[in-house]
Structures are given as C-alpha cells and as structure tokens.
C-alpha cells in the first residue's frame, strides 16, 4: 500500500502555531525543530492550548539559530537569537524534563501578548525516553503524528461546518489510504536514497484543544462531539477519542511534499 505525503508542519514552540513545510528532515525526536520550545509557568509547568487557546495565534518560525514570533495579541514581532545556558527543571504534563531559560525579553513578550506570567525554555538536547521505544523533545508522548486527508473528509462529512486540517496538528498528513486506512499501518518507508522510516505505534487521542479554531482561538464543542459519536476506542484501561496515530523515527532522513510511502 502506498501514501504520498501531502502536508508537512513543525511546530517550534508547543501548543503555538504550526509551518507548512516543502520538506522536512526526520530526526531522532522528530520534525526537525519541532517543540524546539515551550513556554511554562513560573514553577515549570508546561503551557497547552488546554488552558490558553490563545497559543494558537502564536506564529512562529526558527531557522536553529533565530526565533521570530508574530502575533495579533502583540504590536510587534519577537525577533530572538535562541541562548543556551544552564537547564532548569521543567514538566510536560507531569513528566519532568529540562529547557533552557530564553530570558527576560522574550518572557515579557509572551507575557504581554497572553497576559499571564511565563517563561520560554529551549529543548536542552537532554531527552526523554519514551516507555519501550523512542525519544522526545517537548511533544506530549510520541516524536511523530500523522493523519489521512480521507479521515478527516469522512468527519467532515459529519459535521455542518467543515474543518481545516490544522484543528488536528498533523507532523504528517498522508493521502491514498482511504479514510482510517492509518489506523491499521505500523510502518511508514520512505524512497531510495533516504529510506527514512517511521514506525506507527499507537492512535492518537484527541482532547479539547480540537475544538480550538487555530486562526481566531475561540473554541466550539463540535468536533470533539462528531469524533465522540464513533472514534471512541478502549487503550491502555480506559476510553479515549482517537483520530490519527502516533508515530517513532526509525531511521533518519529527508520528507518532501509528494513523496510516496510505503504503508505496511
């Protein structure tokens, strides 16, 4: 079975706005410069559009070297040469890890334009393992996430209001697998000379942050609700809302728009 790649975004400061990219280089923890970033609470609690839907309004783009955020809630742009320094301690939905204070320029920034106290910490390099397989930067628990266009036409069909794939904040948006046809892919592997490989690891459940419109932040219960109607599987003991999978680099490499994949 074959997918051909047919969206790439990263995410540069998690739960902010995502890049549509032409290309995107596969690394150990995913998209490179995905959740390079992440802004956390004065006792290094991570930031989620959870609790801020205004996150979503965040735009912005990293080069590796400089960070720049543009945002309707600000009268300009941050424009920030990223610092490295000591780590502190910070958490991702409990989990501990560590990042790299940016200083007090750009927690003003974030400040002002949120109105609330934060911080804006680097990805140190220092990873959390993954249980069984795979390492991360800030993401929520799985490096990679992936979505079929056909799936979400198939809940669009559902819905009186049709949905943007960006309400569901794919690394990787595959089509030719028919709607859900990614539920049952274990593997993703990419052409010769690169052969990147990507292995597909569990369904991806979904939370509030769906409902979040990720052009204007405001929040209606529809598609948590049309999902909730027939995408609800039992994982690890309980009862989730799964759309997507959740996947782990295997071997790293280039991605490109157009790219056919074999799915096993």
Known sequence: M??????????????????????ADLTATGLRHDRAFMLVRPDGRHLSQREVPELALLRPGFDGAKLTVESPLASAPLVWEAADGPARDVTVHGRPCQGVDQG????????AALGLECR???????????????????????????????????????????????????????????????????SLRGPAPDAVEIGLVRPCGRCVIINTDQETARRAPAPLRALGRYRVERFGGGREIMFGRLGVPRVPGALRLGDALTAT
């Open 2 to 23: 074959t997918a051909v790649i047919a969206g790439l975004t990263v995410y540069p400061i998690k739960s902010a706005g995502g890049v549509a990219l032409a290309e």
């Open 104 to 111: 007090d320029e750009p927690a003003a920034w974030f400040g």
């Open 120 to 186: 804006l910490v680097r990805f140190t390099g220092t990873r959390r393992t993954l249980p069984g397989d795979g390492t991360l930067a800030f993401a929520d628990g799985y490096p990679v996430s992936v979505l079929s266009r056909e799936s979400l036409d198939d809940l669009n069909r559902r819905v009186d209001v049709a949905l943007p794939m960006s309400r569901f904040r794919p690394n990787i948006v595959l089509e030719g697998l028919g709607p859900y046809g990614e539920d049952s892919v274990t």
